[in-house]
């Protein structure tokens, strides 16, 4: 146990009671008597404890066995650095672990003596403290061990120091060596970048932001073209802490030049004295460069030529043919070991000969138009900075170009010549060139547009030729235009095809290859018609017509009908003129005496009296050659038997074959009307009878036959009539105030009829056999009418007779008193005769004429009681 500790110690006898006890620490007695011993350990008390139990008795038990406690002083813990380093910047993490030599402890942690607590940036994790670095983390941090166990604790540790830097250092860049600007491709360059604050660090080094490689510290760049821009570095350590970017070095990266090889003299192909000098130059500061040259890849001797101080210029003076040769040049840099690569070559050649010029012409037309360009040139292939002389007719002109050029007038025309020149004291000139005539026309020409065959109408399916003509000058290139649309290049004629009828305006243009001066045709307009088809006409009235008659047919144009021949031709075939067929002698006629084997489709085409053109056939016009007679036909309609009064009859006559046919009607023949129609509207019994129709055509009646129809018979009825009766009655006149009408169809045993009711003209009612009259629904008393109406035929009735209701029921009642009167009286007279019968007495007398009976039978009375009812109600 540890030093400070408390220690139980309890002695006990299982035995009886009444013990107390002695205790003994490395057999030396303790003053204490007590079962249970307490002891605060320290170094002075350490050792083996034993105890006895003794009665009042005296009686003493043996010593217990030693317990041992042996006591160690509580032990150090040690702070140690987990990370590698104590000065550290904010936001970097240092972590410190207590250490204590044995197991069982717990930690706790002090900075500058005052005990910490875990917060957001201090974790306490078992022995370690993590520490995410704060400004006011700057401190002295110690540790202590606490038992896990027993309540001891150790003093604190020795203090371990940690800095928390606020700001992370800016790191410096250094160009070690060399230092030049600008290097050039190959060369190697050394940086150093260093942090002047802590320690660990590791270095990235950026060109233009871009990191390119790390090292410890200094980092050499094997310089490539593209390694040329701004370098600056970076620290950095632990994965955590990173500084800002150094400042910038800028590093300017350059190929190695290749010399620029100039000549100096504006020509390097010269003749024999002339002075020929060039000089070389590397990249815009060719001070900085010294030069060497060769001719052929071997150097030039600096004692037969004239070579500058540092070799930038070249001189030969009075060349000779030895100098001719390809020149080169290098360049070697300053004080480094930067040389260049061969320049260009430049050849100087050393001409033997005089040149001569050739002058040429564009275009090289001996004759040209106004407007059109003349450009003439005076050449020399050989070397350059020429001057040139231009004559015209041998008088020189003020021109020294090597290209002389005019929109020429007729001024211009004559002959040509140049020579050329060169340099000073003396001036090189060459011999004259060749001489060029020239020959300008005031008027352009026009070209001529000939159509083959010249006609003016053309057909289509015809071809025609169009040629385009110019005799002038030479080099023409033909262009056709059709409507104002080109067509056609470079041929001087085209073929026409007449496809379909329009008109086509034809032009052709001629133009120059070069100058494409260009001069038009007047238009040719061809006016291409689609070949007309004749037309085949009957110049008899009809063409359906019977052996014997005269059938004419004519054939035609409608225009320029003299310009055609005409043939003929039946159901496709070429007719066979003979006696009976005959044509006139151009074909435009043609006359048939009609048999049945000249029934067919007739047609004729045109061809043209002077050229290959033949039309189509015409439209056919059929002829119908009949062998029988014709049928007269005669329709009614309505197609029924009976008719009634008031309904409408239509009859039609036609013949099914042929035409120009006359009709007439006819009634129990007798003529009525003439024409294919006959109607009779409305009917009347009258018209009842035999009816037929007739037919007939032309004026020679011994072949043109007439010919009845068909008789059609005509049957008339009377249409049925409605009539009302009333229903209301005579016993019921006292009692109402209504009227009860019934309509009913008369003459017809037909039944399936409806009414219809109609009051002062107009319909009021309709499929109702009855009808109510009140004074409500007819205060004004009107008068009535009913028809009857059906689905058959016939299909409704006459109107019948009307009926007025005003003071209907008045009468009624007076007609019925009148009426009982008479029944009364005859009543009366027939009993007084019977009475009188009864009392009167008898005259005996067999010679007197039996009287007449004066008594009425009841078949009498009933007679006598209608006929006065019916003689009330007409009234």
Known sequence: MYVGETVNFTCAVHVSSGWTYKWYRNNV?????????????????????????????????HSSEKKTQAVDDVPEPSVKLVTPWADVFVNEVVTLSCEVASTGWSFSWLKNGQTLSADGDLLMTGANLNIIALRSHTGAYSCKANHKDRPVHSEPSQPLDVKVYENIPKPTLSQIDPSYDPMYVGETVHFACSVNVSSGWKFKLFKDEREITSSDSSISVQLRPSDGGKYSCKGTRGGQTTTDH?????????????????????????????????????????????????????????????????????????????????????????????????????????????????????????????????????????SNGWEFVWYKNNEKLTFNQNKYEVTPDTAHSGSYTCEATRGKDPKFTSDLSQAKNVEIRKDAPEPVLAQVPAVDKVYVGEQLMLKCNLDVSRDWEYHWYK???????????????????????????????????????????????????????????????????????????????SDWLYKWSKDGQP???????????????????????????????????????????????????????PRVTLVQDPEVKVFHTQDSVFFSCGVNVSSGWEYSWYRNDQMLASGPNFTISPLFTSHSGEYKCRAKRGREVAVFHTDHSWSVTLNVNERPSASILLLTGWSEVFSTDSLTLECEAKDTDDGDWRFKWFKGGEEIAQNMSKHLVTPQNDPEQSEYTCQGVRTGRPSYTTSSEPLK????????????????????????????????????????DQDKPEEADLFLTMAQLEKVRKLNIGVVLRL
């Open 29 to 61: 007695g303790i003053s204490h008597t007590g079962s249970t011993l307490s002891i605060r350990l320290g170094r002075d008390n350490a050792g083996k404890y034993t105890c006895k139990a003794i009665k009042a008795d005296g009686i003493e038990t």
């Open 246 to 382: 150094s400042d910038k070095i800028s590093l300017t990266v350059l190929e190695i030049p290749i010399p620029q090889l100039k000549a100096l003299t504006p020509w390097l192909d010269v003749f024999p004295y002339e002075t020929v000098k060039m000089g070389c130059g590397a990249t815009s500061t060719p001070s900085d460069w010294i030069y060497e040259w060769y001719k052929e890849e071997q150097a030039v001797s600096r004692t037969s030529n004239s070579v500058s101080s540092d070799g930038a210029t070249l001189t030969i003076n009075s060349a000779a043919s030895s100098d001719r040769g390809q020149y080169k040049c290098k360049a070697t840099l300053k004080s480094r070991q930067v040389i260049t690569s061969y320049s260009a070559g430049l050849t100087v050649n050393v001409y033997d000969q005089k040149p001569r010029p050739i002058l040429i012409q564009d275009p090289d037309y001996s004759i040209l138009f106004p407007q059109e360009p003349l450009s003439l040139q005076c050449h020399i292939n050989i």
């Open 483 to 561: 409507d104002e649309q080109i067509i056609f290049s470079n041929v001087s004629s085209i073929t026409v095809n007449a496809t379909h009828p329009h008109s086509e305006v034809y032009k052709c243009e001629a133009k120059r290859r070069k100058t494409r001066f260009e001069t038009k045709s007047q238009p040719k307009v061809i006016a291409i018609s689609a070949i007309p088809t004749p037309s085949v006409k009957g110049v008899t009235p009809w063409l359906d017509v019977f052996p014997g008659e005269t059938v004419s047919l004519s054939c035609g144009m409608k225009t320029e009908a």
């Open 575 to 629: 007719i066979k003129y003979e006696e009976s067929v005959k044509s006139d002698r151009e074909g435009t006629s043609l006359t048939i005496i009609s048999s049945v084997s000249h029934a067919g489709e007739y047609s004729c085409m045109a061809e043209h009296r002077e050229r290959a053109v033949f039309s189509d056939y015409s439209s056919g016009i059929r002829l119908q050659v009949y062998d029988t007679k």
């Open 805 to 844: 209701t005003k003071n209907l029921l008045l009468k009624r009642r007076v007609l019925l008193s009148i009426s009982g009167c008479l029944v009364f009286g005859i009543c009366a007279v027939f009993l007084g005769c019977i009475l009188l019968r009864v009392f009167r007495k008898p005259v005996i």
